[in-house]
């Protein structure tokens, strides 16, 4: 695998946290029983972008062309994957 597929299934990641992000905060108007709730869930979801965009950027420092298998153990790619290929599949309400 390509450092640059790698990034492509980061932003994806990133999409999916952001759309959830925005959801999130859309419901913490609803009611002021669950406000706290959802407040709570988008300070986590942030966290979760932040944590997304600190591996971007460090993807970011590679060569798009080289394999990702240089740069990582495969115990470290498959946790990566397995993390990516999580985020990208969850839907808003399941963040």
Same mark, same amino acid.
């Not at 859309?26 to 706290?36: D, G």
């Not at 394999?67 to 963040?95: G, P, Q, V």
């Given at each position: 695998?390509?450092?640059?597929?790698?990034?492509?299934?980061?932003?994806? @990641? *990133? @999409?999916?946290?952001?759309? @959830? *992000?925005?959801?999130?905060?859309? %419901? *913490?108007? +609803?009611? !002021?029983?669950?406000?706290?709730?959802?407040?709570? %869930?988008? /300070?986590?979801?942030? &966290?979760? /972008?932040?944590? /997304?965009? %600190? #591996?971007?950027?460090?993807?970011?420092?590679? &060569? !798009?062309?080289? &394999? @990702?298998?240089?740069?990582?153990?495969?115990?470290?790619? +498959?946790?990566?994957?397995?993390?990516?290929?999580? #985020? %990208?599949?969850?839907?808003?309400?399941?963040?």
């Amino acid at each position: 695998m390509k450092i640059k597929e790698l990034l492509e299934l980061v932003e994806e @990641a *990133i @999409a999916n946290v952001k759309v @959830a *992000i925005v959801v999130s905060r859309q %419901r *913490i108007f +609803e009611s !002021p029983h669950t406000s706290w709730e959802f407040t709570q %869930r988008s /300070l986590e979801l942030q &966290d979760e /972008l932040d944590r /997304l965009n %600190r #591996i971007k950027s460090y993807l970011l420092k590679f &060569d !798009p062309e080289e &394999d @990702a298998e240089k740069r990582f153990s495969k115990e470290e790619l +498959e946790e990566l994957l397995e993390y990516l290929s999580t #985020i %990208r599949e969850m839907k808003e309400h399941e963040f």
